[in-house]
């Protein structure tokens, strides 16, 4: 059953009048029950006492998403969406999954009248260096809009929906967040990225493991832990927004007696 945090919807419904009382030639009731008696809304009921948002309590947007509950669904739903995009996980690798959440909710609550303060950091400076294009950011958008879509959340992108303004607003976010548009400008983009250095080391492992002349030497080797620290090797080496978690070549090799062959 799907889900869905919109409560704008929330409408005070009105009061159905009496019409017990002993009425006039025009029709009002005598008794008060015309509203004289503040029944007709002059008493604040017709929301000037503020019911309607005129003194200023119209829920926040905040609350509008649905509040604490209502932003973690979706972000939860976001970033599941996000972990399993290939196009984009491996900027997670080493992520506090649990920070993450966190400062994301923070950042919307700030934002959106939730009364939150958020202690990160400024777009331009949580981007610096990932050397993030246009698609990988569109990628992002791309798996929030997966999850309004699986969690029922209507959205138009024109500010009629809810939650429109925090889409629009993320997409105002792109200029700070991207720093590479169209991959040309980091040598790790210009090879075709994560995927790309990933589909190369595959071929390359394959190769050593069909060359007898050196397979030998990897018969016990935990071969995806190797998949994982070349590829971070080759992605950290060229730009990419990657951590090398390995050995340095010298101590990594050590005792092999490997020759020039």
Sequence with gaps: ????????????????????GKTDDSGGSTDGTDGTDGTDG?????????????????????????????????LDA??????????I??????????????QLHDQIC?????????TGADMVTA??????????????????????????IPYALDGSQTIDPLLLALVGMQ????????????????????????????AFLARVAADSRINARFATTDLARLRQLL?????????GYCVYTGQNMLDAHAGMCITDS
């Design 1 to 20: 059953m799907k889900k869905t945090l919109l409560m704008a919807a929330l409408l005070a419904a009105p009061l159905a009048a009496c019409d017990g």
């Design 42 to 74: 002059t008493d604040g009921t017709d929301g000037t006492d503020g019911t309607d948002g005129t003194d200023g309590t119209e829920p926040s947007l905040y609350e509008q998403l649905g509040g604490e509950a209502g932003v973690y669904t979706v």
């Design 78 to 87: 976001f970033l599941g969406n996000v972990l399993a995009d290939t196009r």
């Design 89 to 102: 996980n491996w900027m997670f690798a080493t992520a506090d999954a649990a920070n993450l959440r966190l």
């Design 110 to 118: 700030a934002a959106t009248g939730g009364g939150c303060t958020y």
């Design 127 to 152: 981007h610096a260096g990932m050397a993030i294009t246009d698609a990988q950011f569109n990628a992002l958008v791309e798996d929030l809009l997966m999850a309004l879509d699986t969690l029922g």
């Design 175 to 202: 200029g700070d967040i991207v720093t590479d548009a169209d991959g040309t400008g980091v040598y790790f983009n210009q090879l075709g990225g994560y995927a790309a250095i990933g589909a190369v080391t595959d």
């Design 231 to 239: 590829v971070e090797q080759v992605c950290e080496a060229t730009g």
